[in-house]
């Protein structure tokens, strides 16, 4: 069984760019979020999808938006890229938001760096 | 807000002995797991704590779970090399569906 996929997994961009990253969950999983993480502020939650809705959502900023797809894949962006947005960003799917079956299971990450 | 807390940030030991990682939690929360992360890698899921009193071992680690006190602890017996990684306690309430995680702690086993 697949895991969760994410790409890519390394980025460079310049700021004031934009960047998508994409996630893939494992199959049957309805449930992504993503998480932010630096050394300084460790890991973050940013946002979660459940059946194309956004769910939750953390404190950051407007330029961090993130949809999802009828086949549960999902893709955040940022746009107006800064030097502070360069972090590992971490997907997570689980099957669905019931007591029984929230464990998450993460990506591999996509690093990101904003130069 | 729910917050969490871990020490020690970073953990030097020897081979062949025992430690223990803290993590506290500032409000109730329905599960708390515990992740190791090797460099460069995803979260890896150890355990999951469900209730108070709750108390899961694989190997080398030991997690337990006192809700009263908002304390888990992951007790490492005779530490081996493998082991070193970062570990982290994360907190999730299901009416939010968001984890918490702790700072993280990372373990570093001597030969």
Not at chain 1, 2 to 12: F, S
Not at chain 1, 37 to 63: A, D, H, M
Not at chain 2, 39 to 57: D, I, M, R, T, W
Request: aromatic share 12%; charged share 20%; with cysteine.
């Amino acid at each position: 069984k697949a895991g969760v996929t994410q790409t890519p997994r390394y980025l460079i961009k310049t700021r004031g760019q934009q960047v998508t990253l994409s996630c893939s969950p494992i199959s049957g999983h309805r449930s992504v979020s993503w998480y932010q993480q630096t050394p300084g502020q460790g890991l973050q939650f940013l946002f979660e999808y459940f059946s194309e809705t956004q769910r939750n959502k953390g404190n950051f900023p407007g330029r961090f938006s993130g949809r999802q797809f009828s086949n549960s894949r999902s893709e955040m962006n940022v746009s107006t890229l800064e030097l502070g947005d360069s972090a590992l960003y971490l997907c997570a799917s689980s099957l669905d938001r019931g007591a029984k079956n929230t464990e998450a299971f993460f990506g591999q990450g996509t690093r990101l760096t904003v130069v | 807000e729910l917050k969490v807390e871990q020490n020690p940030l970073f953990l030097s030991m020897q081979e062949g002995k025992n430690y223990t990682i803290y993590c506290n939690y500032s409000t109730t929360s329905d599960r708390l797991y515990w992740y190791r992360q090797d460099p460069g890698k995803s979260l890896e899921s150890l355990f999951v704590l469900l209730s108070n009193g709750a108390v899961k071992q694989e190997g080398r680690l030991m997690a337990s779970l006192d809700t009263k006190a908002r304390l888990s602890t992951l007790h490492i017996t005779a530490a081996v090399h493998d082991l070193s990684a970062t570990y982290f306690c994360a907190v999730v309430r299901l009416r939010t569906y968001k984890y918490i995680f702790g700072t993280g702690t990372r373990l570093k086993v001597l030969a």
